[in-house]
């Protein structure tokens, strides 16, 4: 019997040869296990996982043709996985930068001397700013912006929820809210916490538009009046969802695409000299 190292390397040599897979980067697995079938498997970042067994060499042209059955499958399994990948922009912090508030779209313009150190100009007429005070900026760079964010944030989902519990007759028992300055990580938008009645919302959300805040607002306002129910989104979540916000499906779907678009706070070396 060969061993695993050994498939690995002459089969990946067949395979190139192949070219079954030309058109895309792929990492082959030989497993010690015992079964007999192959797998293909494409990751998050569009790359193939080439799954098989230890093999016999005569077995490789076996792969082969397998793997070109399945290169339709694979090549819109990869499209797919590239289409809804995060594409997260990396921003400098230079005059005319754009940054988004709640669907409104702000350019950054750096002021010596600016009080209150950052805040959107409304006085002028048409053109939308973003004033930051220019040796902040300088000193506390992105993080100038997140909080900027979070303040902004916070005081647009209060006014959100007020509106929402009524609705939904939380009023007695009206959850904290919280808006985070960190990274989205795995929770995403927000996420409700049960044991202190408290719901955290990520800074990036409002760079979207309003109806995807409130989208979240109420998601999690739902977990809030189904505090026992077993399933995350079971069958009560889902039926305040459609009581409260009939449409939440079309929203939830059309979020996915500004989504993968919110800045995350990452800058780019170029500011001002
Ligand atoms: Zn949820």
Do not use: C
Not at 100 to 120: F, H, K, M, N, Q
Not at 170 to 183: E, I, M, S, W
């Amino acid at each position: 019997m060969p061993d695993a190292a050994q498939v690995s390397t002459e089969l990946r040599y067949v395979i190139d040869e192949s070219k079954a897979l030309r058109r895309h980067p792929y990492e082959l697995v030989v497993s010690e296990r015992r079964w007999r079938t192959f797998g293909v498997t494409v990751k998050a970042d569009g790359s193939v996982v080439v799954r098989v067994p230890v093999l016999e060499r005569e077995d490789y042209p076996q792969v082969v043709g397998w793997l070109v059955k399945q290169a339709p499958r694979i090549a819109g399994l990869v499209a797919q996985q590239r289409a809804t990948a995060p594409a997260h922009p990396v921003k400098r912090l230079i005059p005319g930068e754009a940054f988004d508030l709640l669907g409104a779209s702000y350019r950054l313009r750096p002021v010596t001397g600016y009080e209150p150190v950052i805040e959107v100009d409304y006085t002028g007429s048409g053109n939308k700013f973003l004033m930051a005070d220019r040796a902040t900026l300088a000193r506390r760079g992105a993080r100038l912006l997140v909080d900027w964010y979070v303040e902004q944030g916070q005081i647009y989902a209060e006014w959100e929820l007020d509106h929402w519990v009524r609705r939904m007759g939380l009023a007695g028992r009206v959850p904290d809210l919280r808006v985070r300055g960190r990274d989205m990580g795995r929770t995403k938008w927000g996420r409700y916490l049960g044991r202190e009645h408290r719901i955290e919302l990520n800074w990036q959300l409002f760079q979207l538009d309003k109806r995807f805040v409130q989208y979240v607002i109420v998601h999690e306002l739902a977990h809030a009046t189904r505090p026992a129910e077993r399933w995350h989104h079971g069958p009560l979540w889902e039926g305040e969802m459609d009581r409260v916000l009939p449409h939440w499906r079309v929203v939830r779907e059309a979020m996915t695409e500004p989504g993968r678009h919110v800045w995350q706070g990452d800058v780019r070396a170029g500011g001002e000299s």
